[in-house]
């Protein structure tokens, strides 16, 4: 068997927790398996954790290495030199910013083949806008032009980032269900709703707590819990808005847990709500599917891409307050539906059993500078 070395280049990752982190963490754990080893190119610091980080370390038995930057809040320029890149047979980028605008740059040095995943892009919040829209309409198709293949993450992606390169690829994310997939229905409660994620002005937590306010008033019993990072230290912010709701009862700030208490919020929870307005793929909502749960999500590109054609999994816009409430309400009331065996063996199509031989193939087509068609790209 051909050995593929596989650079991983993101800006953050562990102890950074979130879904790219886990993302690329499994991606690289999962590659030893087809014959690739991995590696990971990173920042020195992140946010939650005092000072630099070491500048080489081993998370999961994957090497680590950590680079020196200039943190710019929205860019983030790191300094390393070509040579770090090069004896590895391509190198994985894990969205757009610095790290590939860089290595894009570089290319004529490190010859290396870009192969860079999208996870949403840069467009999750509304902050900045125009400088975004600017950035990407007018640097990214200079970027992309060293860029030997653009894997999207969600349909919405693919026509997203097919305005600025040729080259794009549709690759759902993997999802790790066995571990969702083999928890006990019984175990769920009646009323329990869950929400995975971070908390985040762009996950919608203000509306989504406005919603189970209104479904309160028309009489819905529930508790809702909120499981994720505080990165930016919100949780006394939304409490206070529970509180003058008059749910603070029924709202619960769980914060960071242990997988193995994650998977038991899953197991317990009867409904998986998320009023996200922007997601890059929705890798909670597949793991809560996974786990047998019943689906209520914000109508955002991602969550349509996925489940717009289940007829179990309920989209709907959580900013119009007084009828997403009212909706919950009835919900609540009449019990979760669309929970159970057909749900939880759709979730599978999302397995890194399957998806691994994929990325495998990939890389495999992408070191040799050819598309996953197999037509030839220029060097």
Known sequence: MTVLNVLHVCTDFFPSIGGIQSFVLELAKRSSEVGIRAAILCCDRVRGCPGNLPPVDEVNGIPVRRVPFLDLHFYKPTFFRPSLVRGYDLVHVHGIGAQLDYLSMTKSLHRTPILVSTHGGIFHTPALQRVKQAYFRAIQPMVMANVDLVAACSRSDAKLFSSVSKRVHLVDNAVDVEPYLALRMQHKVDGRC??????????????????????????????????????????????????????????????????????????????????????????????????????????????????????????????????AGAYLAERLKSGPRGAGASGRSRAGIYSWERKILEWSSIYARVAERQTPSGSRLPA
């Open 194 to 323: 869950l929400y995975v994620g971070r908390l985040a002005d762009n996950k919608g937590i203000e509306s989504l707590l406005k919603v189970f306010a209104v479904a309160k008033a028309r009489g819905a019993e529930f508790l809702l819990r909120l499981v994720g990072p505080d990165p930016l230290e919100q949780t006394a912010h939304y409490r206070a808005i529970a509180a003058t709701l008059k749910i603070g009862a029924c709202v619960e700030f769980v914060g960071m847990v242990d997988p193995s208490q994650l998977l038991a919020e899953y197991e317990q929870a009867a409904y998986f709500v998320s009023a996200s307005r922007y997601e890059g793929f929705g890798i909670s909502a597949i793991e809560a599917m996974a786990a047998g749960c019943c689906l209520i999500l914000q109508n955002n590109d991602a969550f349509e891409s996925l489940f717009s054609s289940d007829a179990d999994v309920k989209l709907m816009n959580f900013e119009e307050i007084d009828s």
